[in-house]
């Protein structure tokens, strides 16, 4: 029991550590190590049942019914990370500095991940499903390569800014921070926050909220009931991932909340071959090394058949 509790918190580190850098989501980590369904699951144990255990102070059922066994130590790990990475070792300091050895890692996680499913879901079977794949596909490009556009203020709006970001976030491959600054409202969201002015904030958060019970129930019912065709899906959005976390790139910043966010970037091949480059491939070989190892040592096999 508590070598499992350790490994949940061990990946959740993994989680929380994809989602310090731009372009990359937790979700994508979770479904690298094999953890996905799960993590949908668990948030769709929060039900109306519970909040009628609420209601009714059943404290037995309250603390039973949602999967707080996987959570708690999956959230110990990813809140872990987000602090190391951030207050010990400056993640986002290295990907200003690094991108190139930062994202060589993340690509070679992503695309190791990529190769693993393929053969795990068989030739046969990806050209019978390569529909899904190629729809997943052009559904994440559509996304990554969107441009920031001038969005309204109202509240209606700023709801739906919730519901999409927080599905955005549940879905692998794509960011939720990515996505409100594309939506304009990443700064409106934590200048909000930061002035309490809740004529944003609640319809945020019920975005949110909404975003959470329908998004996690669809998934949930789409990989028990299409679980191939979601899976096919889903590494298609991951390989047009690929376009945002290519190690080279000329990115574009801009500055919200006095901090840079990631905005755009233009994949581009390097002309000359340098150390910078050395050490980009060397990542991206760990990163393959890593979910191979990932792969035979979780049991992840089983998931994915």
Same mark, same amino acid.
């Given at each position: 029991?508590?070598?499992?509790?350790?490994?949940?918190?061990?990946?959740?580190?993994?989680?929380?550590?994809?989602?310090?850098?731009?372009?990359?989501?937790?979700?994508?980590?979770?479904?690298?190590?094999?953890?996905?369904?799960?993590?949908?699951?668990?948030?769709?144990?929060?039900?109306?049942?519970?909040?009628?255990?609420?209601?009714? !102070?059943?404290?037995?059922?309250?603390?039973?019914?949602?999967? #707080?066994?996987?959570?708690?130590?999956?959230?110990?790990?990813?809140?872990?990370?987000?602090?190391?990475?951030?207050?010990?070792?400056?993640?986002?300091?290295?990907?200003?500095?690094?991108?190139?050895?930062?994202?060589?890692?993340?690509?070679?996680?992503?695309?190791?991940?990529?190769?693993? !499913?393929?053969?795990?879901?068989?030739?046969?079977?990806?050209?019978?499903?390569?529909? #899904?794949?190629?729809?997943?596909?052009?559904?994440?490009?559509?996304?990554?390569?969107?441009?920031?556009?001038?969005?309204?203020?109202?509240?209606?709006?700023?709801?739906?800014?919730?519901?999409?970001?927080?599905?955005?976030?549940?879905?692998?491959?794509?960011?939720?921070?990515?996505?409100?600054?594309?939506?304009?409202?990443?700064?409106?969201?934590?200048?909000?926050?930061?002035?309490?002015?809740?004529?944003?904030?609640?319809?945020?958060?019920?975005?949110?909220?909404?975003?959470?019970?329908?998004?996690?129930?669809?998934?949930?019912?789409?990989?028990?009931?299409?679980?191939?065709?979601?899976?096919? #899906?889903?590494?298609?959005?991951?390989?047009?991932?690929?376009?945002?976390?290519?190690?080279?790139?000329?990115?574009?910043?801009?500055?919200?909340?006095?901090?840079?966010?990631?905005?755009?970037?233009?994949?581009?091949?390097?002309?000359?071959?340098?150390?910078?480059?050395?050490?980009?491939?060397?990542?991206?070989?760990?990163?393959?090394? !890593?979910?191979?190892?990932?792969?035979?040592?979780?049991?992840?096999?089983?998931?994915?058949?």
């Amino acid at each position: 029991m508590l070598i499992s509790r350790l490994k949940l918190i061990a990946k959740g580190f993994c989680v929380g550590s994809a989602d310090v850098v731009p372009g990359v989501s937790g979700g994508t980590m979770a479904f690298i190590l094999g953890i996905y369904p799960q993590l949908i699951d668990a948030i769709k144990s929060f039900d109306s049942e519970w909040l009628r255990m609420i209601l009714s !102070l059943n404290i037995k059922g309250i603390i039973n019914r949602p999967h #707080f066994s996987f959570l708690i130590p999956l959230g110990i790990g990813a809140i872990t990370a987000l602090l190391f990475f951030t207050r010990v070792l400056s993640l986002p300091h290295l990907i200003r500095t690094q991108p190139e050895i930062i994202y060589g890692l993340f690509f070679g996680l992503v695309v190791g991940s990529i190769v693993l !499913l393929f053969r795990h879901l068989g030739v046969g079977l990806l050209i019978k499903r390569i529909l #899904f794949l190629l729809a997943g596909v052009l559904f994440g490009g559509f996304v990554v390569t969107l441009v920031p556009a001038s969005t309204p203020d109202a509240s209606w709006f700023i709801f739906l800014c919730g519901a999409i970001a927080i599905s955005a976030m549940i879905l692998p491959g794509i960011s939720g921070s990515f996505i409100l600054l594309m939506m304009k409202k990443y700064a409106t969201i934590f200048d909000a926050i930061g002035h309490f002015d809740f004529s944003i904030i609640l319809p945020f958060v019920f975005g949110i909220i909404t975003g959470v019970i329908l998004f996690s129930r669809v998934l949930s019912y789409l990989l028990k009931t299409f679980y191939q065709q979601t899976i096919l #899906f889903i590494t298609g959005i991951l390989i047009a991932s690929l376009y945002v976390i290519w190690p080279f790139q000329t990115r574009l910043y801009e500055v919200v909340r006095n901090k840079e966010r990631l905005v755009s970037s233009v994949p581009y091949m390097p002309e000359v071959f340098n150390n910078q480059i050395l050490y980009s491939l060397i990542m991206i070989f760990i990163g393959l090394l !890593l979910v191979i190892g990932l792969d035979h040592f979780s049991g992840k096999d089983s998931t994915l058949l």
